[in-house]
Nanobody, 119 residues
């Protein structure tokens, strides 16, 4: 069973920074594609940033240049550095681990961490 535990959320002023961390079960980040998603109240869950097992990254247009995803396979951890935060970045942020199977993908989610941005 894949376990994901997020931390690092909180309240920050507009323009500020936060760093989210996701600790995964041992070995997961070197095998699975990892990602951060966010969901605001009444909205769907959207991709923020992903990092593949071999380190390729992808970002939502709204966060390009402001957010950086990284990982440490030795610690089985994934990070999301968020700079120049805006009120519209406020949401619950979820860590995701995705295994690309031959016929289907397997998704695992953390419990989420709240990010609040005051204007």
């Amino acid at each position: 069973q894949v376990q994901l535990v997020e931390s690092g959320g909180g309240l920050v002023h507009s323009g500020g920074s936060l760093r989210l961390s996701c600790t995964a079960s041992a070995g997961i980040t070197s095998i699975y594609d990892m990602g951060w998603y966010r969901q605001a109240p009444g909205q769907q869950r959207d991709m923020v940033a992903t990092i593949s097992s071999n380190g390729n990254t992808n970002y939502a247009d709204s966060v390009k240049g402001r957010f950086t995803i990284s990982k440490d396979n030795a610690k089985s951890a994934v990070y999301l550095q968020m700079n120049t935060l805006r009120p519209e970045d406020a949401a619950v942020y979820f860590c995701n681990a995705r295994y690309l199977g031959r016929f289907m993908n397997y998704d695992y989610w953390g419990q989420g961490t709240q990010v609040t941005v005051s204007s």
